[in-house]
């Protein structure tokens, strides 16, 4: 008999090596665990043992995926990846956190004292189910990162030298699909009127295309100031990066990168410069110097500050300043140091816990121990099938012509399919395989006491050896 744990990915860089970290950690109490992008899961869930499913969040638009986990008799709970570094406005009410997905589920973790106060305060009827753990990615980046990604930082430094990170947070204001798109998909996000809150979706667009314009300004004079170091922009998956591809083409020291996740970037630089980014607590956690540039702001803007990236960040608020303390770091200057990153209302940050294992010892009272399955990584004829339509209906859009006769449940808009596609970039057994020997070298056990199986390129099964 087994016990399953599942651990979808909504995205791959973002969330990957985490949930990896938690997986290995959950072989030590005997679970079996699967780590897949999230639609690919999905595609095998008639084939899964019943086990317990820990989702990214439970979003109104989420609510059909619940019902299905529900139906074939898993356990779920929610750990929210977005909720370290947001506003109080889209904790409250009824648009993260729903009454109709919340009923179904069975815990939820909280990096914070104040997103549990508020899911308390919001719905008293569910309050037991709340748990205080903090994320396995903060215990990513306080102890394993610097050490897992040491080798690729060093290929990086060899690349680019000693070079300004900048992975970029604008995707409200410049998103892929362009116009009020980064607006509207909160819309559909939520999934429901949207009165409450959409002042403060317009407004918080506001802010961030008055912040983009800022860093536009700022890049090219700070690559002049800083040359030949180079400054290397991510654009974030939902940011359409044609903006800064016009820098990269007008100085030799702007490269623009999307390759692997955030970590060994940040960890390779010289310092890292970001914007409201949840980078920033990783950064710090990995002794990087980081700094946000928070220009004046109109006053009506002070709502849209974020206190916990700030916290974590020598804060600059002027292009002159900016342009100032960056420069002089990189020549040198010893005096600029981090913050001294600690807990807060927003993050649970303690250094001698395992957020991992504070999890797995909620989830252990409600595990299911059912008979091991030998044909986990099939997946569903009409799942794999709808996959199929789905292209197919892709295709008719395509033909403006043909487009024009569909039915609204019909139509697909080609490039929000890709930008969907996106998060899933960086799967990669091999890329799995090697944290689960690194873990295990890290914590000084033995690598041949567990196993990894690729499920036909759609996830990955960690084991322990019998």
Known sequence: MSKYLYLPLE???????????FAFKALHKGWKVIVAPKLELYKMLEFLPKGTFILKSALPSELKQIQDLKKYGHKIYSLDEEGVVTYEIFLQGNYRYNHETVSLLDGIFFWGKKQKNIFNQNMPEHAIKSHLTGNPRIELWKRYSAKIYKKQAQKLRNMYGDFLFFPTSFGIANNYLQGNQGVELSFEMYNQDLDEVEHFLLGQKENNLFALESYLDLIPDLAKSLYPQKIIIRPHPSEDSNVWDLISK??????????GSV????????????????TSIESNLMDVNTFTFLPKFPNDMEKYELHLPKNSSIVLRSKEEAISEISKYFNGDTSIKNPDLKESEWLSFRKDISESEEILNIIESTSIDVPDSKIIGKTSFFRELRSYYEIFLVFLNSSLLIKTFLPNRLKRNKQKIKYGKRKYEGWSFEHNRDLLSNFAQIDKVKPDNFLIKDLNGKGVLFERKN
């Open 11 to 21: 995205i791959v860089y973002r969330e990957n090596d985490a949930k990896s970290l």
């Open 250 to 259: 007008k100085y030799d020291n702007v490269n623009i990168k999307y390759e």
């Open 263 to 278: 970590g060994p970037w940040a960890l390779a630089s010289k310092a890292m410069l970001h914007f409201k980014s949840t």
